[in-house]
């Protein structure tokens, strides 16, 4: 795929990770808003006035909350004033909602942060059977692991610098889509920690915002956490009365956009520079890792867009006589299931022992510094790949508030208003009826019990430290 393809805007929650694509090499998923497909190489003008009348859909059909089809074949268009809309949008109160993972800010927050990310159901995803379990085995789960990740974040300063680092890429990108004379509230939605997505819905609401574009700080679409944050939205504005009619659009991934693409290739180009023999340096692409049932039960698509990320890369490298060699693996396995392999730690190892000596390593899932970066990277793997033989270590900084970085990310907003539509308002559904109080207390009491009986089991805590970083 060209590196000058768009972000993708798709429609509803519900998706078929098993369809094929109309438009060459991509890999689409539907959410549960509008779809439309626009040039990345369009021009401010052309994005602010018009959109691409040829839209690729990943289905020949999508439907939306209540299951109506809107578009029946894979040429999909609009109606007219749905485009018309956009040319007034000056007059409207356009919103940019930014979703991110959240992170602890001290030390006190790790525990609770921890619980709140293993409650999640899209992290620890257990059979309907059992579901009842998911809080208490959060809770089991967090103190465990609590103690060893306050270790991790006392070693960068005793907590996160992903809030500080989102709010300033979202100040950067409300000035530059003001210079580009779009201006916006743009909004910061943690999914674990404050602020929270809830939080940002509810400003969003007060400030009666009339066009909302919901952009993830996650260049690849993954379930764990993209999908996740859209749950959570699909759940609010479904029964709400304010949020259903509330024009939206939502761009799933931007891994393809030039800009992102572009922006990766300097940063690489210069730290080679850093090396005694930049032609010899192996580019090492470490990303966070799914668990494997994800891919081939769920249909995540996600390790299909990070392959396609790197060769839109490395193809941006080769253009500019950069062919240095290059390889992939994942970091950040949790829990005792098989993750998306290569293992970083194992590679780095193997690395030593091939004889590479000189190694920079691109954290490409990330774009934001944080202990996954900071920590885990910059110290733990750096370590080991001393360790290991390597003897030349470089890191590649997070994109952060990288000026095209974020200049691509405003491009990325205006190409997506056109598109906003409103979500239709659907019926509580059969699993939300089954959520009744009584229910759920009798859930949670049993649940507590088991969680109980299980922190009081040597041989369960020990499994856990073991598999638990």
């Known amino acids: 795929m060209e590196a000058a393809t768009s972000s993708r805007i798709l429609p509803h929650m519900n998706f078929n990770p098993n369809s094929t694509s109309s438009c060459p090499r991509a890999k689409s998923m539907s959410i549960f808003f509008n779809t439309s497909k626009v040039s990345a190489n369009s021009t401010s003008n052309d994005k602010r006035s018009s959109v691409a009348r040829g839209l690729c859909l990943s289905r020949p059909v ?10 029946s074949t894979g040429v999909c268009t609009y109606p007219s004033d749905v485009f018309e809309s956009y040319s007034h949008a ?6 940019v909602m930014l979703l991110n993972l959240g992170g602890p800010e001290t030390l006190h927050d790790v525990q ?19 579901r009842f379990l998911q809080r208490p085995l959060a809770q089991l789960i967090s103190v465990l692991r609590a103690p060893k990740s306050k270790e991790g974040y006392a070693a960068i300063g005793g907590g996160s610098p992903l ?3 989102t709010d300033e890429q979202a100040n950067a990108i409300k000035l530059a889509l003001e210079t580009k004379e779009v201006p916006a509230n743009v909004y910061v939605a943690m999914r674990y920690w404050h602020p929270f997505t809830e939080e940002a819905v509810h400003q969003i609401k007060r400030d009666r915002i009339t066009r909302l574009v919901v952009l993830p700080l996650y260049p690849q679409y993954s379930i764990s956490t993209t999908g996740s944050s859209l749950r959570v939205l699909r759940d609010m504005f479904r029964d709400d009365t304010y949020l259903s009619r509330l024009p939206v659009a939502i761009i799933q991934s931007w891994y393809q956009r030039e800009g992102y693409i572009k922006s990766m290739a300097d940063l690489i180009e210069k730290e080679l520079q850093v090396f005694p023999d930049p032609e010899e340096a192996m580019i090492f692409f470490s990303a966070h890792g799914v668990p494997v049932s994800y891919v081939e039960d769920a249909g995540d698509p996600y390790k299909d867009q990070m392959e396609e990320c790197i060769f839109l890369i490395m193809q941006e490298l080769k253009s500019r006589g950069i062919n240095n060699d290059h390889t992939l693996a994942f970091q950040s396995r949790v ?11 194992e590679v780095l190892v193997e690395l030593g022992q091939q004889g590479v000596k000189s190694l920079l390593a691109v954290p490409v899932s990330f774009v934001s510094e944080h202990i996954e ?18 003897v030349n270590w470089g890191r590649v900084p997070a994109l952060n508030c990288t000026p095209s970085f974020i200049t691509d990310l405003a491009d990325a907003v205006i190409e997506a208003l056109p598109s906003a539509m409103a979500i239709s308002t659907s019926n509580t559904t059969t699993e939300e009826a089954e959520n009744d109080i009584v229910g759920y207390a009798i859930k949670m ?19 856990f430290r073991n598999y638990i970083p």
């Not at 999508?62 to 578009?71: A, H, I, N, P, V």
């Not at 942060?113 to 620890?124: E, G, Q, S, T, Y």
């Not at 970066?373 to 390597?390: F, N, P, Q, R, V």
């Not at 969680?451 to 805590?461: D, E, Q």
């Open 373 to 390: 970066t900071l920590e885990e990277i910059d110290m733990e793997y750096k370590e080991l790949a001393l360790e290991s033989g390597i």
């Open 112 to 130: 609770p942060f921890l619980f709140n990310l293993f409650a999640d159901p899209d992290i620890i995803r257990l059979p309907r059977l059992f």
């Open 62 to 71: 999508q439907k939306d909350l209540d299951g109506r089809t809107f578009c």
């Open 90 to 95: 000056t007059e409207e109160k356009i919103g």
């Open 335 to 345: 829990g005792p299931v098989e993750w998306l392999k290569p293992y970083t730690d």
């Open 445 to 463: 009491l049993f649940g507590s019990i088991l969680a109980f009986i299980l922190l009081l089991s040597p041989k369960v805590i020990l499994a």
């Open 163 to 165: 809030r500080k680092i």
